[in-house]
Every structure is written in C-alpha cells, then in structure tokens.
C-alpha cells in the first residue's frame, strides 16, 4: 500500500509588533483583526497563524484558542 504525505508548512507569528502591524494592516482595509477561530471580537490577539502556500492566508488567534490547538 503506497501514501502519500500531504504537508503544509505554516508559521506561526507571536511578536507583539508584528501582531500590532497587521491589525493595523487590517483597520486600514476595513476589516478588524479578530480571532479567527472565536470569533470573540473582545479577546487579544496573541498570534498569527500564516499559511504561504495559496495566496499568503492569515488567521488571527485570541490565547485561549491557541492554546486549544494541538
């Protein structure tokens, strides 16, 4: 039986400043940085996860949900 291993490389981004650049980022395109996973708008975002592979995806996540992941 042969598999095939599907990989995808991620980063995940806690530097306060960065964090602060792309909210910024965000506020000037209209759009507030939320955690994605929640969607608690009143929770901070402590890190980014990115995803360069398809269009550079970017998902913020609040502590208690980063936490949660495996």
Do not use: S
């Not at 980063?11 to 965000?26: H, K, N, R, S, W």
């Not at 759009?31 to 990115?50: E, F, K, M, P, T």
């Amino acid at each position: 039986m042969e598999t095939e291993l599907n990989l995808v490389r991620v980063e995940l981004i806690d530097d306060p400043a960065t964090i602060a650049e792309v909210g910024f980022e965000a506020r000037c395109e209209g759009d507030d940085l939320i955690c994605q996973r929640c969607g608690d708008a009143n929770r901070a975002i402590v890190a980014i996860l990115v995803v360069p592979a398809g269009g550079h995806a970017r998902w913020a996540l609040c502590a208690d949900c980063l936490l949660e992941m495996p």
